[in-house]
């Protein structure tokens, strides 16, 4: 199975401030790599597809780079709706694994 | 406006059963694979299992082979989820996700239902 390790696992940031999450996968994943944001009692919200394809309706400020085994999730400015935990998930193979999550907290 | 609802979760004492389903609307149910992902309390997504559009590639956790069973009903835009011999950590809020796929590329799973607890306790 194809490992997704996420770092950091939680930090800490203030509005407007420029946060940068990183997946890397035990193997490569092409750009089979989603990430999703998750707050308290909801269900995920799928944010960026194919590594770096921006999900409809998903603000600009969100983006997504990297392939093969390393990935990033970048948010510009960071807005007061945005603090949530953050997955990446590799879509390459079977199973569709999940990184451990990050949540971002407001400092 | 598509949308993905779960039930039938609930309290069952472990080695209990539960079926778990989920009706599909807004969309053609019958062509795209559906997926199953748990999340245990406090904890991060775990995927469980996927099938098929026709039910014929049909895929589950190595740790949950044996106890689960998925299924799946087109005429009835619904997706199943066989839960037996429970355990306590099975204990979990159990989501139902579209995957989509695109040209065999611009894979994800978008939406996602709200997701039905299931608590295993005596």
């Known amino acids: 199975d194809i490992q997704l390790t996420q770092s950091p696992s939680f930090l800490s940031a203030s509005v407007g401030d420029r946060v940068t999450i990183t997946c890397r996968a035990s193997?490569?994943?092409?750009?089979?790599l989603a990430w999703y944001q998750q707050k308290p009692g909801k269900a995920p919200k799928l944010l960026i597809y194919?590594?770096?394809t921006l999900q409809s309706g998903v603000p600009s400020r969100f983006s997504g780079s990297g392939s093969g085994t390393e990935f990033t999730l970048t948010i510009s400015s960071l807005q007061p709706e945005d603090f949530a935990t953050y997955y990446c998930q590799q879509l390459n193979s079977y199973p569709r694994t999940f990184g451990q999550g990050t949540k971002v907290e407001i400092k | 406006e598509v949308h993905l609802v779960e039930s039938g979760g609930g309290l069952v004492k472990p080695g209990g059963s539960l079926r778990l389903s989920c009706v599909a609307s807004g969309f053609t149910f019958s062509s795209y694979t559906m997926n199953w992902v748990r999340q245990a309390p406090g904890k991060g997504l775990e995927w469980v299992s996927l099938?098929?559009?026709?039910?014929?590639?049909?895929y589950y956790a190595d740790s949950l082979k044996g106890r689960f069973t998925v299924s799946r009903d087109n005429a009835k835009n619904s997706l199943y989820l066989h839960v037996n011999s429970l355990r306590a950590e099975d204990t979990a809020v159990y989501y139902c996700a579209r995957e989509i796929n695109d040209y065999g590329d611009y894979r994800r799973f978008d939406p996602w239902g709200q997701g039905t607890l299931v608590t295993v306790s005596s």
């Open positions: 194919t590594a770096s």
């Open positions: 193997q490569g994943i092409s750009s089979y």
């Open positions: 099938i098929s559009s026709s039910s014929n590639i049909i």
